[in-house]
Structures are given as C-alpha cells and as structure tokens.
C-alpha cells in the first residue's frame, strides 16, 4: 500500500476543518452553477418547442399568445416567462454557451435588439463577472433600433424614449428557418411559411415593426 502523503497545510484540526468548510462551499457554488446551466438549457429548449408547434399547427388555429396562455394555465407557469423563453428562442438560432451567463442575464439583454450589440454586452459581462444589476446598468446606456419589443423587462422599459419613436417600413419583414422550411416573422409569435430562401438578408431592425 502505497504511503499517503501529508500535507504541509493540513498538519492541525484547524487547518483541516477551514480546507472541509472551503470545499463545502465551492461545491456548493458548483452545484449552483450547473443548475444554472441546465436552466438556460431548458429556457431555450421550451421557447424552442413552442416556436415549432406553432409554425406546425398554424393553419389549425395555433397562434403563439394563446398557445402561451394554455400552456400557463395548464402547466402553472407564467405568461411572461414562457413569453421570455419564446423571444430567447427566436433571438438565439443556436443555444448560447449555457456556461457563460445565468437566465436572469440572458433575459436582460432580450431588450437590445442589435445583435451585434448584445454580444458585446455579453462578451463584457462574462470578462467582468457582472452582477445582474450592472448589467441592467449598462442595457440601459444602449440605444437599441428599434422602439418596440415583444417581450421587454419593464426594469429597462417596453419602449424606447419618446423622441426615439419610428415607424418602420410598411412590407419589411424579417424571416426565420426551422425544419429547414422558411417563415415570415410577422410579429407577435405569428409567421407565415415562403416557398423559398428569401433573396434578400434580414432586414436591419429600424427597418421594422411597422403594423398598420
């Protein structure tokens, strides 16, 4: 049986009991974070789901708010946070590093609509270990495209400033793929499938939201 080998710096209780209370919390801190992964996951999956049941089902009637007050009601989940994992789906093609930011971050910056935009803040929130609040903070200083938001936290605000408010243009329209099938996003949870990939790449995001 090989020898164990001691530790310079577990030589008293003292010691040993301050290493055991250290490990108990960052395992904790570990635990924590998985839960946090494994919620982003979730988060992303369900508003996914959604999405595609709706785009499957819409010539039955399926459209999204009231797919999402069934599901509310049936599943005891709020509206807001299903509408929350439903705009995290459409912003984000692909699940985001899980790893880097928690769900409260990821809801934040749902309200900056440019993309380029909202990963810089997130890039900077992870280099920076922000809190929630600082990164509420720095949303705040952004000024996004576009005025309107279909699911907005209102600690930052549904709207932009008043003197920010623009209609877009009538007609424009940004598109979605799923199933490898292509969709006009028309708002609200609400598309409407094309035959083929649009010529023209999405337009930028002052360019829409216009409803007459």
Request: proline share 5%.
């Amino acid at each position: 049986m090989p020898a164990l080998i001691k530790s310079p710096s577990l030589q008293t209780y003292a010691s040993l009991k301050s290493a055991v209370r250290a490990e108990i919390v960052l395992g904790k801190d570990r635990a924590m974070r998985a839960v946090e992964r494994e919620k982003v996951r979730t988060c992303w999956n369900i508003g996914k789901l959604i999405l595609e049941y709706v785009l499957l089902n819409r010539k039955k009637g399926a459209y999204g708010q009231s797919v999402i007050v069934r599901l509310a009601k049936d599943l005891s989940i709020s509206e807001r946070e299903l509408q929350y994992m439903v705009e995290f789906a459409r912003t984000y093609s692909n699940l985001p590093p899980a790893a880097d930011l928690s769900w409260s971050a990821y809801r934040e910056l749902l309200a900056v609509n440019e993309p380029e935009k909202r990963k810089q803040l997130a890039r900077e929130a992870v280099a920076g270990d922000w809190t929630r609040q600082k990164l509420r903070t720095e949303i705040k200083k952004v000024k996004t495209g576009s005025p309107i938001r279909a699911f907005g936290d209102d600690s930052v605000g549904s709207f932009g400033n008043d003197g920010d408010l623009k209609p877009g243009k009538p007609g424009v329209r940004r598109f979605e793929k799923w199933n490898g099938r292509f969709y006009y996003d028309l708002g609200f949870s609400t598309y409407f499938e094309i035959n083929k990939k649009p010529t023209r790449k999405n337009p930028a995001a002052q360019d829409l939201y216009y409803y007459e």
